[in-house]
Every structure is written in C-alpha cells, then in structure tokens.
T-cell receptor, first 115, second 108 residues
C-alpha cells in the first residue's frame, strides 16, 4: 500500500487569500486525485492530476479557483484561491495504481477553515 | 448516474457488540470500497471488493453482486472503532461515487 502525506494538516485562513496544499506519496503513481469534503457532506472529486498533462476538473470546479500542479510521479499540489468561508472543508488527495494494487489510497486530509 | 446508498446514517453500539453497516449500489458500479474516516478527517481504505468476502482482523466485508449490496461487519467492537465508515462505488475507473457515510460510536 502507499503512504501518503499532506501538508498542512490544518489551517485557518482569511477571506481572499490562497492556500497551497501539498500531497507526497512514497512511491511513483500515475494517477492522483483531489477531493473536497464540505462539513456534513460526502467526498466530491475536484480533479484528476496525471503527471505530464493538465489536470482534468469535474463539473463545478475550475482551474482558476483550484489550480493543480503535478511536477513528478510522487508529488502534487492543490491551491485554493481567493478563499471564502464556503471553501471551509477537508481536502484530501488520493492515489491509484500503486505497484499493482487496483484501488485508491487516501491521504490524511487538510482541514481548512476560512474566516 | 452511479448511486450509492448507505444505512444506517448513525449507529451507537456497546463495546463488544457485532456491528453491520449496509451499502446498496446502482447498476453501473463494479467494485465497492469501504473506507474509514476518523475525526481528524484522514481516510483509510479498508477493503475493495468486486465479489465474495474479505476479512482483516475484526473487520469483514461482503458483497452480493446479484443484489447489488455490500455489508461491512465489525466483530467484538471497541471504542477505537468509532469513526465514519464510507462505502464508495467504482465503475471500472478510479472515479468513485461515495455514500454519505455511517457514523459509528462504540461506547465502553
């Protein structure tokens, strides 16, 4: 299985600022995913990030608001831009295709509060 | 559109009880994941099933493909099992459809 770390684990931010969340995996993976979990809700996929190509965003999410980088096979970042209180959520990254395991592994999450 | 329904939404059990959480899913889903989310938010993948039954320690997951139903069982429950349990359906790709979760509280 993969070991995934995220930074920061939590943050409190002011409205209008931006926060970049980092996701690091201990092995090379093709596919990385970014999810949002708003309070009391289930997870929603924001985008799929494959190394060497532009991220693919789900309906309702746009690159200007959630720019994603995927510079190599073990790392990705998600930026939450121009934040508002509605962006207060847990943000999780996950990975697929780890050494033959046909499933997803999730990171510990970043708990974001926007004031 | 793929759908996943979980029940119950909330579950309180006494330590030592046998616990069952149910998940029903729609036609397009071919694999079922069971996930555990602790209060801090981090998610651990417990099982992925496309048929049969899997067991890991006190956790057992089963799936009935004909009935499109999966169950997660916890034997000899313990307060450290308190978490939100989420089932998620996959349809041949890595994109998952998530249930709303079952909040389990195990009381000593």
């Amino acid at each position: 299985s993969a070991v995934i770390s995220q930074k920061p684990s939590r943050d409190i931010c002011q409205r209008g600022t931006s926060l970049t969340i980092q996701c690091q995996v201990d092995s090379q993976v093709t596919m990385m995913f970014w999810y949002r979990q708003q309070p009391g809700q289930s997870l929603t996929l924001i985008a799929t990030a494959n190394q060497g190509s532009e991220a693919t965003y789900e309906s309702g999410f746009v690159i200007d608001k959630f720019p994603i980088s995927r510079p190599n096979l073990t790392f990705s970042t998600l930026t939450v831009s121009n934040m508002s209180p509605e962006d207060s959520s847990i943000y999780l990254c996950s990975v697929g295709e780890v050494a033959g395991y046909n499933e997803q592994f999730f990171g510990p999450g970043t708990r974001l509060t926007v004031l | 559109k793929n759908e996943v329904e979980q029940s119950p939404q909330n579950l309180t059990a006494q330590e030592g009880e046998f616990i069952t959480i149910n998940c029903s899913y729609s036609v397009g889903i071919s694999a079922l994941h069971w996930l555990q989310q602790h209060p801090g938010g981090g998610i651990v993948s417990l099982f992925m099933l496309s048929s049969g039954k899997k067991k890991h320690g006190r956790l057992i997951a089963t799936i009935n493909i004909q009935e499109k139903h999966s169950s997660l069982h916890i034997t000899a429950s313990h307060p450290r099992d308190s978490a939100v349990y989420i089932c998620a359906g996959g349809a041949g790709s890595y994109q998952l459809t998530f249930g709303k979760g079952t909040k389990l509280s195990v009381i000593p």
